[in-house]
């Protein structure tokens, strides 16, 4: 998942997380499940098409622009690690409301330099315009989660000690990804590649 900033900047958002068992969904139209939880191809497929849509839109020269089964990974990323943030913010009692979450994303546009420019702010992050709202909501989970960390006393250097806690729920509650988009990385709460790796286990 990457991280909207100022005028069209971007950045890897200290969130991805793990690595220990991968296996394939138990079914063709299921792109992911955490804990009881899926993640449809059908939504993976609608929001690449979405994305890939807004790119025809807006000027893409100097974007490092995902293509591809990178695209899709990208984007079935981004839902599970929302997911296994929404699920630890439960934990802790975090759960932006509407009004927040308009609050926050209201000073997100005026970041990357208003309306007019949130199209091209969304097409370089990679993020499809639908999912923008939960990725606003997610990031407030995600700093709501490091502050606690801070006042705890916690290194939470580079999201060191939210990425702990998602890589901790993620093993938890199981996390399962299609073959189609890769393999689960438990130790980095990530979708990699589905080349051989001595470090995971497939079913």
Known sequence: MKRLTT???????????????????STNDT????????????????????????RAKVNTSGMNLSTGVKLSQEVLRFHVISILLGDVGTKYKISPTAAEIAKQR????TQVGGEKALPSALVNANIAPEDFDIYV???????????????????????????????????????????????????????????????????
């Open 106 to 109: 209201a000073a997100l546009v």
């Open 7 to 25: 005028k069209s900047t971007v950045s890897v958002m200290a969130g991805a997380i793990g690595l220990l068992l991968l296996s394939g969904c």
């Open 31 to 54: 792109a992911a499940t955490v804990g009881k939880t899926n993640v449809s191809v059908n939504t993976v497929e609608k929001e690449v098409k979405s994305i890939l849509d807004e």
């Open 137 to 203: 909501k997610t990031t407030m989970i995600s700093a709501a989660l490091g502050n606690l960390a801070t006042s705890a006393g916690v290194d939470n250097t580079n999201g060191a000690a939210v990425q702990s806690l998602v890589a901790t729920t993620a093993k938890k509650e199981g996390v399962v990804i299609n073959k189609r988009y890769g393999k689960w990385d438990s130790v980095n709460a990530n979708i990699v590649d589905a080349s051989a790796n001595s470090a995971v286990v497939t079913k």
